[in-house]
């Protein structure tokens, strides 16, 4: 019986494979360069498996920025692309956020992104669907 439960865990374990992808843009508010927006990329996951933070970091002061991250899953990644900023905000509480879906075809099976998904140039001042605020900094 042991030797059963040790089997399927080391299966479990080899069929675990290792994805990357990696993301690239620019954010801009209105005419002006987004400087300082923090980005994070995650894997997004359903069920009592928690989302796996790959990668963050800031625009830099052109509002360019470059995330590149990767996990080992059962399954293919759902990477997802967030922006955290304060553009055009109003007088509503905490940093605007919205999220993107990055393509399945952008996913490397290994550790290193093979290839880049250019999401372009952002305007924050645009109201998304589906918007959120983010009231914590995190």
Same mark, same amino acid.
């Not at 140039?121 to 914590?136: D, G, K, Q, W, Y």
């Given at each position: 019986m042991k030797f059963a439960i040790l089997c399927a865990l080391l299966g479990v374990a080899v069929a675990m494979r290792d994805q990357s992808i990696?993301?690239? #843009?620019?954010?801009?508010?209105?005419p002006k360069p987004a400087a300082q927006v923090r980005v994070k990329l995650w894997e997004e996951d359903s069920g009592p498996d928690?989302?796996?933070?790959?990668?963050? *970091?800031?625009?830099?002061?052109? *509002?360019l920025f470059n995330l590149k991250g990767g996990t080992a899953e059962l399954t293919t990644i759902d990477p997802i692309f967030k922006v955290y900023h304060n553009c055009d905000k109003g007088l509503k509480p905490g940093s605007r956020k919205i999220k993107f879906k990055l393509?399945?075809?952008?996913?490397?099976? #290994?550790?290193?992104p093979a290839k880049t998904f250019d999401i372009g140039?952002?305007?924050?001042?645009?109201?998304?669907?589906?918007?959120?605020?983010?009231?914590?900094v995190s």
């Open positions: 990696a993301v690239k #843009g620019k954010l801009v508010c209105g928690p989302d796996d933070l790959l990668d963050q *970091g800031y625009t830099d002061a052109n *509002g393509p399945a075809s952008y996913i490397t099976n #290994g550790k290193v140039t952002l305007n924050l001042e645009t109201v998304f669907a589906e918007e959120e605020r983010e009231l914590i």
